[in-house]
């Protein structure tokens, strides 16, 4: 299964509308089991379901979406990530499946 057939099967259509921005927060989570590998690595499904624990810390993450020529800018704590980076492409990646069209570009700050 792709992961956009996958997003479809998640996500009403109604949430495809655009919107120009979005804000969330969650706590940060660190995985107590060991890693045994993926299942599925396209879809990145772990082969075993894991322990963890909730710190009582934060991320907030705001995501701006502006249409025009131009590139994606994430910026993490306060620095503009290169683009390069693993996470800036991971992030890129996600952000595709949501993008409408080649002219969209987001802006993601995040920061603990």
Do not use: C
Request: hydrophobic share 30%; glycine share 4%.
């Amino acid at each position: 299964m792709e992961k956009t057939e996958l997003l479809s099967k998640i996500l009403p259509e109604k949430y495809y509308e655009s919107r120009s921005h979005g804000h969330g927060r969650a706590p940060i989570n660190i995985a107590l089991s060991k890693y045994w590998g993926k299942k599925d690595e396209k879809l990145n499904l772990p082969y075993a379901s894991s322990i963890s624990v909730s710190l009582p810390y934060y991320t907030n993450t705001t995501i701006t979406s502006e249409h025009k020529n131009g590139s994606d800018k994430i910026i993490l704590n306060g620095e503009l990530l290169n683009q390069d980076s693993d996470f800036f492409n991971r992030t890129k990646e996600f952000l595709d499946l949501f993008r409408i069209n080649d002219s969209q570009t987001f802006t993601v700050q995040t920061e603990m």
